[in-house]
């Protein structure tokens, strides 16, 4: 019997769903996997190659991949003989979510979890999500609104407003954004982050959205937030989350959102690595993630799954309501060295709003911490 260990993160969206899919696989192939989890923080910023040094099977967010390329401590997917099967992988993408595990002519991961920021909302509580940035705005005067700014979510929220103004970060080049462009991003982003609850310069999107679900709650809204399918399944929380299209504040509709997500890699010192490879083909399959990946509360990764009936009836909408936002994704970088920067902006930029900074200073920050880098 082959016996292998996973990682992935400490959610119901990260762990039941392979643990499902896994116990399937064992009874078709005899291959066992033991799912381990970590925390989104630790999950979001943990070396990979200690990771693949531990574990056959690893969950990983698409901006490693320039970093793990370097290390050597994955083993690229895009195998000889399995062609036709990545064909249909890369046709099953939503947005960039495939390309995105792509770097330097290898396919480093297939994603089996799509996803960007979106828009969260209590639809018992106002009649529609709110479509425009005013009328979130708005909505934060009342009280009614959350943002998830602990790092690195601060920056996504950057990231995304900048891209839906039309002008998007730069993934390559001495600086990160346009001065002029990132003083109108920050003047956004301060003028929310003031009318919002302090701590929410503590939460991540899964506080946000435990805060909104709880019993009593009056908040109606976060605007930026990665969707987390879980909360738009009934009872699921005693309080319903439905999801829609970012709200825009630009003139191109829902476009420039930082695409997150995972996908399924794995690790060049597995003794075992022919059984995980066969496993990762699998799981990130159309038929695998429309079925049992979805049921078992996966954010399904393949379009298959997005365009299907059952799978939206069953998530209050989730998938077709935001599917536009993840067509118009924006890719982060992923150089070895984003990562560093990612988490080192993030805090500039959380730190930055907690302390009502101007613009200047911060924008400079994130630039120089940009090019530094490289």
């Not at 609104?145 to 730069?170: D, E, K, Q, W, Y």
């Amino acid at each position: 019997m082959i016996r292998l260990k996973g990682m992935t993160w400490n959610h119901p969206r990260g762990y039941d769903p392979m643990v499902a899919c896994s116990k399937i696989w064992a009874e078709r192939t005899g291959v066992v996997i033991d799912w381990e989890k970590r925390s989104l923080q630790d999950f979001e910023s943990f070396p990979v190659e200690e990771l693949a040094r531990a574990y056959d099977l690893i969950v990983i967010d698409h901006p490693h991949v320039g970093q793990i390329t370097d290390e050597g401590c994955l083993v690229p997917l895009d195998v000889p003989g399995r062609e036709q099967e990545r064909a249909a992988l890369a046709s099953g993408s939503v947005g960039e979510s495939y390309p995105s595990y792509a770097w330097r002519g290898h396919q480093w991961g297939f994603p089996i979890d799509a996803a960007t920021q979106v828009l969260a909302w209590r639809p018992d509580l106002i009649a529609a999500p709110p479509a425009t940035w005013d009328e979130v705005v708005a909505l934060a005067r009342e009280g009614r609104v959350l943002l998830p700014l602990r790092a690195p979510h601060s920056l996504m929220c950057l990231f995304t407003l900048a891209g839906n103004l039309g002008a998007p970060c730069m993934v390559e080049g001495d600086r990160m954004i346009d001065e002029v462009a990132g003083a109108r991003v920050w003047d956004m982003l301060r003028e929310l982050a003031d009318l919002v609850d302090p701590a929410c310069s503590g939460f991540d999107p899964i506080a946000v959205f435990e805060e909104m679900a709880k019993p009593g709650s009056q908040i109606a809204c976060a605007p930026l937030i990665y969707g987390y399918v879980n909360y738009a399944i009934p009872g699921f929380r005693p309080n319903l989350i439905r999801f829609a299209d970012i709200p825009v504040a630009g003139g191109a509709g829902p476009i420039g959102s930082a695409l997150g997500g995972t996908g399924i890699a794995v690790s060049a010192f597995s003794a075992e690595r022919d059984a995980a490879i066969d496993f990762a083909y699998w799981v990130a399959s159309g038929d695998v993630q429309r079925g049992p990946f979805a049921a078992a509360g996966g954010q399904a990764g393949h379009a298959v799954a997005w365009e299907d009936a059952a799978v939206n009836a069953a998530t209050s909408g989730f998938y077709r309501d935001t599917r536009a936002t993840l067509e118009g994704a924006w890719v982060r970088p992923r150089h070895n060295g984003y990562m560093e920067f990612q988490e080192a902006a993030a805090q500039r930029i959380t730190t930055g709003l907690a302390a009502r900074e101007a613009a200047g200073p911060v924008i400079a920050d994130v630039n120089r911490l940009f090019r530094e880098s490289f």
